[in-house]
């Protein structure tokens, strides 16, 4: 009876299907701050944490919470906090220490309207460059758009996987639709899920350097408290640690940090096509817009019009690839956002072929329609 | 996903009244017990209670990729404020239910009007579970679901100690709609538009 149970189909929100997803990932330490609309997945998480012997802790803010996540993830424990605008903001300062110090870490960012406190239970797409850039200086980091409750399970899976293998804080980028619609999903027995785990020093404590390269361009990963004493530090480090400013070691680092994100690119950029083998038009879209593409572009093929879509899931490092092939394609791209035009920007900056970059852009706390989608697609067709 | 499998249900009323509630059992019934594909969402403000209150549910055979609700074939207004907010948003040949404890003014002859408030009241003795009855009817009207799927939805996620008022809401509003012969209806919301002239 039990197992049959574990088994059965659940209507789960967005944001609960991200706190089964943490779960199924080990991630078993939680720090954050309450804030619409990401607060369900604190609230599922102070219930589910401690069952498994995690810990959830309701800091004081975004600033301290970041903190206390990439304190327990030295320590070893897979840690996670979510958040939307104001505390995304908040979260910067830390992720960039998460950055330069390689502590794996997932920030989730429920976007809702901005700037500011903004509109607290509107959906919008505000926060995509700030989630590449939000924090300052040269940084690697990932980010992934959710756009449906499996993605939410499945792509906070893949979240930590990555970030555990490469070192690297991995946001991942939800907004209020996708978060608080309910779907069915089956959440996946524990053996079926794939789970990636940092790699840990195997020469004794004396040998170990913290920072030292390997093939793979990403350090072996002590927990403290183990009887590996490091130096952690958001100063440019030498292999042991330590600050340096040697420009020979300056540059070897930094380019370390772009590179092993570089050598994950097969892994790390993921994208969905529907209809592009034929397509003369495109739309190029994620998160829950994403959805609304997809059915403009059902209904454009039943106007007779070659019509496809590209599906961003990966939205940093940026999908050059399957971008830069949809463009060649098409005579026409449409991008529909809910900002002012942030990837479309992204977009067009790839944009070798003259294509033509057609912006579409919702800002007034409404998911776009199909239908808007639809008008712009027959329009260039 | 074929179009015509898609059948959109909005619940509305004013905030406290249990409109989600109502919608979020419908989901799970016919998602995960009945096995269709379903989304459920809905859109509110700051308030806790007051205000107008929506929340919809989308059925299909098929995976869902719009979420929310475009041409609606079943309105479950329980406020005069929130049908005649809604009402113009369903489709020709779709369906209207209202709660005519509350909706006086009901703004076509192709609708359903059941007391579900007054029902709960005088029925069931909590004015609460006025949802739930209201639910009895959508369900059994829409025909989009197993009734005592339903019913299993709904008692596996209300309170321990209420699960007979709960079903006896249900139930309430499930033998009242069987009494609403449909076919008598009016076909469509056109048609009787355009008998008008």
């Known amino acids: 009876m039990v197992s049959k ?14 706190v089964h997803g943490a779960l199924a990932a080990g991630c078993r330490f939680y720090a954050g701050y309450p804030i619409t609309p990401a607060s369900e997945i604190s609230e599922l998480l102070s219930v589910k944490l401690p069952q498994v012997g995690g810990t959830f802790i309701q800091m004081e803010d975004e600033i301290a919470s970041m903190g206390a996540v990439i304190g327990a993830s030295l320590a070893g424990e897979k840690s996670m906090t979510a958040t939307s ?6 979260i910067q300062e830390n992720l960039g220490y998460a950055c330069i110090t390689e502590v794996p870490c997932v920030v989730v960012n429920v976007m809702r309207g901005g700037p500011s406190t903004g509109l607290p239970t509107n959906v919008s797409q505000g926060d995509v460059l700030m989630s590449r850039w939000g924090t300052h200086g040269d940084h690697p980091i990932i980010v992934l758009a959710v756009s449906s409750v499996n993605d939410c399970f499945s792509l906070t899976v893949r979240a930590f996987n990555l970030s555990e293998k490469y070192r690297v804080p991995v946001i991942i980028l939800s907004d209020e639709v996708v978060a608080h619609t309910r779907e069915c999903m089956t959440i996946p027995d524990q053996d079926k899920v794939r789970v990636v785990d940092r790699i840990q020093p195997n020469v004794p404590p004396e040998w170990y350097k913290p920072y030292a390269d390997n093939n793979r361009g990403v350090p072996d990963m002590a927990s403290f408290g183990e009887g590996y004493r490091h130096h952690v530090t958001g100063l440019i480090h030498d292999e042991r640690g330590f600050p340096t400013q040697q420009p020979k ?5 930094l380019h370390r940090l772009h590179d092993k994100i570089t050598k994950g690119f097969p892994e ?11 397509a003369e038009v495109c739309v190029i879209a994620y998160g829950s817009v994403s959805r609304s593409a997809m059915m403009a572009v059902k209904k454009a093929r039943e106007h007779g019009i070659k019509a496809g879509l590209v599906q961003m899931i990966t939205l940093f490092p940026f999908p050059r690839k399957v971008i830069d092939a949809a463009l060649r394609q098409c005579k026409a791209a449409i991008i529909p956002e809910l900002n002012m035009g942030q990837m479309s920007r992204e977009i067009n900056r790839v944009n070798q072929s003259g294509t033509a970059i057609i912006k579409m852009n919702r800002i007034d706390g409404q998911l776009i329609t199909p239908d808007e989608i639809l008008k712009k697609i027959l329009s260039v067709s | 996903m074929k179009n015509d499998s898609r059948y959109e249900i909005r619940f509305s009323g004013s905030g406290g009244q249990g409109i989600i509630t109502a919608a979020v059992v419908m989901a799970d019934a016919v998602g995960s017990l009945d096995g269709k594909y379903v989304c459920q969402t809905q859109s509110y403000g700051p308030e806790a209670r007051g205000g107008k209150s929506k929340a919809e549910v989308v059925i299909s055979n098929g995976p869902i990729d719009y979420p929310k609700a475009m041409h609606i074939d079943l309105l479950l207004a329980m406020t005069q404020a929130s049908c005649d907010a809604y009402f113009f948003e369903i489709k020709p040949e779709g369906l209207l239910i209202v709660d005519s404890t509350l909706v006086e003014q009901v703004p076509t002859s192709r609708a359903v009007a059941i007391p579900f408030t007054a029902i709960a009241r005088k029925e069931i003795g909590r004015e609460l579970v006025a949802n739930m009855v209201a639910l009895g009817a959508v369900g059994y009207v829409s025909g989009q679901v197993n009734l005592k799927n339903l019913e299993d939805a709904l008692l ?28 008598n209806l009016p076909r469509s919301f056109v048609n009787e538009w355009e008998e008008e002239f």
């Open chain 1, 5 to 18: 149970d574990k088994n059965r189909r659940l209507l789960l929100q967005g944001n609960e299907a991200i």
């Open chain 1, 85 to 90: 605008g104001p505390g995304f903001s908040l």
């Open chain 1, 249 to 253: 070691e300056i540059d070897r680092f």
């Open chain 1, 268 to 278: 790390i950029v993921l994208s969905k096509t529907i209809d592009m083998e034929d």
């Open chain 2, 156 to 183: 596996s996620r209300v309170p321990k100690g209420t699960e007979n008022m709960n079903r006896e809401a249900l139930q309430a509003g499930i033998e009242q709609a069987r009494k609403v012969d449909i076919s």
